[in-house]
């Protein structure tokens, strides 16, 4: 067995050994950058055949009344690994118990064994989450306020931001103190220079208590852009903002050499 990028791998071979002869045995493999673990493990071929399956039954603890049934596949070796579907069990103690069937095969007519069966306790709790709704709709839950749009200004967790033509922002105001040095816009370039702006409308509406959304256009003589734009309060409670952009060349008009985000930094203060 060799161990590769936390990935397990399995080697299993057949070989025929004479009793009373020596045998000499190299296990080989190499360790990446985590930890490996090499392993050798053999067993004597009797001809036995492991049941391909094996019986589970989900008891009470207290009483051993049932529960629920199932099986779940199993390799030669006895392994295996299933999910079961459980009815809606009441908060209690309860006992998986699992019983392999007869093991088949053994040489010289010998009757054929019973594997051990096997219990796994586990305990059933009614979390007070379970199957609520809450996340799920549009309803915003205390301390926080709904979103709020007025113009081309949409107001969220505390904040104001002022959506501009290119679905960017001209201003973000947080509890009063406002946190931009100047408009974010976009700069277009042509072979005759920097490109000219028409600001188109900015229209916005509440969709929901948690979300609303926003058209914006701005075009020059190079290109058009057409941005949509997404204010959101998920069910985790943060903040997102989207936007997304479809950008048109008219037909016949100058070439866009190069496009750019503008956003203006604060000036420092000087030292000292």
Not at 9 to 18: G, S
Not at 78 to 98: F, K, N
Not at 151 to 172: C, E, L, Q
Request: net charge positive; aromatic share 8%; hydrophobic share 40%.
């Amino acid at each position: 067995m060799g161990v590769a990028s936390a990935r397990v791998i399995r080697a299993r071979n057949k070989i025929r050994l004479e009793a009373g002869q020596r045998y000499g045995i190299k296990l080989e493999y190499r360790k990446g950058n985590s930890g490996a673990v090499a392993e050798l493990l053999w067993k004597i071929d009797s001809g036995e055949k492991v049941p391909g399956s094996v019986a589970v039954r989900v008891l009470r603890a207290d009483d051993r009344k049932k529960a629920a049934t199932g099986t779940v596949a199993v390799d030669a070796d006895g392994r295996g690994q299933d999910i079961m579907d459980l009815p809606d069990l009441p908060d209690g103690a309860y006992e998986v118990e699992y019983q392999f069937g007869k093991v088949t095969g053994r040489p010289h007519g010998a009757p054929g064994r019973s594997l051990p069966a096997g219990i796994l306790p586990f305990q059933r709790i009614h979390f007070p989450w379970e199957n609520n709704q809450l996340g799920l709709g549009h309803k915003v839950y205390s301390p926080y306020t709904p979103v709020s749009v007025k113009g081309s200004n949409v107001s969220v967790v505390d904040r104001t931001y002022a959506i501009n033509a290119f679905g960017m922002f001209d201003s973000v105001v947080s509890k009063g103190r406002e946190l931009l040095a100047g408009p974010i816009a976009v700069v277009c370039e042509t072979a005759d220079g920097r490109e000219k702006w028409a600001l188109g409308k900015v229209s916005g509406e509440k969709k929901f208590d948690d979300l609303a959304v926003f058209s914006c256009q701005a075009g020059c003589g190079a290109l058009s852009v057409d941005s949509a734009v997404e204010v959101a309060l998920p069910a985790k409670w943060r903040f997102a903002f989207g936007t997304w952009c479809e950008i048109a060349t008219p037909t016949g008009t100058r070439l866009c050499q190069s496009m750019k985000q503008a956003i203006t930094n604060r000036a420092r203060r000087p030292s000292g």
